[in-house]
């Protein structure tokens, strides 16, 4: 996934990865890509729930995808269907977002 990232989007420098992303693949990723890792770590200090930096960004498309109801619930059986779906969601929920006017429009 990476790898179509780096060709799609070259501007793209800076990853944020979970603490389960370090060792010898980030190395990899660093030399073969030329990308810039900062892996998002809970100390062991903290209990319960914590907000951790930046990992918000990644759990919010998560959050998104929950608002469409084929997608809350595991109805399909095939994983292409779900699959299909899931894309569904997400490009109705990205053309909603373009769609609608700008603030600096409006005025």
């Known amino acids: 996934m990476l790898t179509r990232l780096r ?7 800076l990853v ?10 980030v190395d990899w990723w660093r030399q073969k890509l030329a990308l810039t890792f900062e892996i998002v770590k809970r100390t062991d200090d903290m209990t319960g729930f914590v907000v951790l930096p930046r ?16 997608v809350a619930r595991d109805y399909e059986t095939l994983p292409a269907t779900s699959e299909t779906m899931i894309r569904w969601s997400m490009v109705t929920r990205m053309s909603r977002r373009l769609a609608r006017p700008r603030a600096a429009a409006r005025h």
């Open 7 to 13: 060709r799609l989007h070259r501007d793209i420098t």
């Open 16 to 25: 944020w990865a979970d603490g389960g992303y370090t060792g010898t693949l």
């Open 55 to 70: 990992r918000w960004v990644a759990e919010r498309p998560f959050a998104w995808l929950m608002h469409s109801r084929r």
